[in-house]
DNA sequence: TATTTGCGCAACCACATTGTTGCGTATATA
DNA sequence: TATATACGCAACAATGTGGTTGCGCAAATA
């Protein structure tokens, strides 16, 4: 009812790695490709909770299924791994120039010379 | 007590990135220390908004509050921001030796019959 | 002193997240 | 064929997230 800014669900590489069991089976499967059943036996977590998350990296697309007979191998998409890589890029970049930016900030906040 | 393994509250650089529009703040704070009110002027969202972010942000640790008379000043900490260049650091590590890996892991999981 | 301004805090709401158990189904195997 | 296994999916519960409005207080200002 009253208000709330429809949010949309947000499906991308920070969402995926926010949950530390997700980053764990990232690095799991840095290494190869796995089965959920494997993927569970590293974690206390139950196999339904490692496939919740497997889904969520899915949707992500930070991980890719093949169905293997009754077996479904999950494996790293590493491509979207790099999209961190470039923010943090893009990131340091402004840092490296927060100097000068500050100064057209304080000149644009400001009207005066210093 | 139908279960659920409780999960600590996860303030980490992770869950402070998770969100864009946090990320918006960090990239704002790179550029120099600001109160909510002028990082409230850069989005659509209010100050109240911007001020619970601001909170999660203090959490993780990622800025540090400081008080100027009636204003308070948000900044940056930027050394929080290298955990993340970090764990992407080992993971290209991981992704670097995962076919020495892989044959590891592969006796290990498969020491059954097969 | 009286008023405005900056901002945190609490209450509230809708929805997302993270886990659980149970079930259905397809595949492998005895 | 009968049974065990691998797995997804649905239902449910507890808690977190992200937003809102409203209040109160301290600091600045008229």
Redesign the interface.
Known sequence: MVAN?SKPI?RDI??A????TR?AI??LL???AMTPN?IAEHF?SSRQAVSKHLKVLVECEVVNQEQQGREIHYHLN?EK?KE??K??E??KK??EN?FN??DQ?LAKLKNQKS
Request: aromatic share 16%.
């Open positions: 800014k947000r920070f969402q790695i926010a949950d530390p980053r990232i690095f840095a290494v190869g494997a206390n590493s791994m961190i890589e923010w943090l893009q990131f402004v840092m927060r930016n500050l900030y």
